[in-house]
């Protein structure tokens, strides 16, 4: 299965609505589709869980949602703290998971 | 605390082994998947593949298949990926971490480990 992220990059001031989507070759369902956010130099955190349950500890202004081929990320007001690179992943075909091609947030 | 360490940076000559590891700590470690992500400089995430400390059950990514080893120590609650024969194209950061579930996501990850290969 491809995930194809869009966009591949955006600019962005703090304050900011911004949204991430990411498209699969083929239905996923609803429980399958993960969001992290990777800062430069460190490794990637686990922000949405299956589509849209938010891990602890995760702020409320990110949120997730979708089903089938098509999931969106939300970031509500951006704040300084999220500015990074945000991947997809389905795992709806494991061993044959796989990971969009990362979106990058920038001031 | 959940935790996950992985060992030091290598520099290595290409078609030389390697084995790099994982220890889990604050954790029943048996009982969650552990799975190997790659990070190729300046590239995205790569799913290599992963283990299941229990029963050493493990599922490799078709495209590391043959290319590598996943195992376990469940005596010091560690995951290792291995190579017989590493090429430059094997340099990369790689990552461990845990799933709380098949197909779930990572939850816990490891700070990465980077390889890098060179003559």
């Known amino acids: 299965i491809q995930m194809t992220q869009s966009p591949s990059s955006l600019s962005a001031s703090v304050g900011d609505r911004v949204t991430i989507t990411c498209r699969a070759s083929q239905d996923i369902g609803s429980r399958y589709l993960h969001w992290y956010q990777q800062k430069a130099g460190k490794a990637p955190k686990l922000l949405i869980n299956?589509?849209?349950s938010l891990q602890a500890g995760v702020p409320l202004r990110f949120r997730g949602s979708g089903s089938g081929k098509n999931f969106t990320l939300t970031i509500t007001s951006l704040q300084p703290e999220d500015f990074a690179t945000y991947y997809c992943?389905?795992?709806?075909?494991?061993?044959?998971?796989?990971f969009g091609q990362g979106t990058k947030v920038v001031i | 605390e959940v935790q996950l360490v992985q060992s030091g940076a290598e520099v290595k000559k290409p078609g030389e082994s390697l084995k790099i590891s994982c220890r889990a700590s604050g954790y029943q470690f048996l009982n969650y998947w552990i799975g190997w992500v790659r990070q190729m400089p300046g590239k995205g995430l790569e799913w290599m593949g992963i283990i299941y400390p229990s029963d050493s059950d493990t599922r490799y990514g078709p495209a590391f298949q043959g290319q590598v080893t996943i195992s376990v120590d469940k005596s010091i609650n560690t995951a290792f990926l291995q190579w017989s024969g590493l090429k430059a194209s094997d340099t990369a950061i790689y990552f461990c971490a845990r799933l709380p579930s098949l197909r779930s996501g990572f939850d816990y990850w490891g700070q990465g480990a980077l390889v890098s290969v060179s003559s």
């Open positions: 992943h389905q795992s709806e075909t494991t061993p044959l998971d796989t």
């Open positions: 299956a589509a849209s």
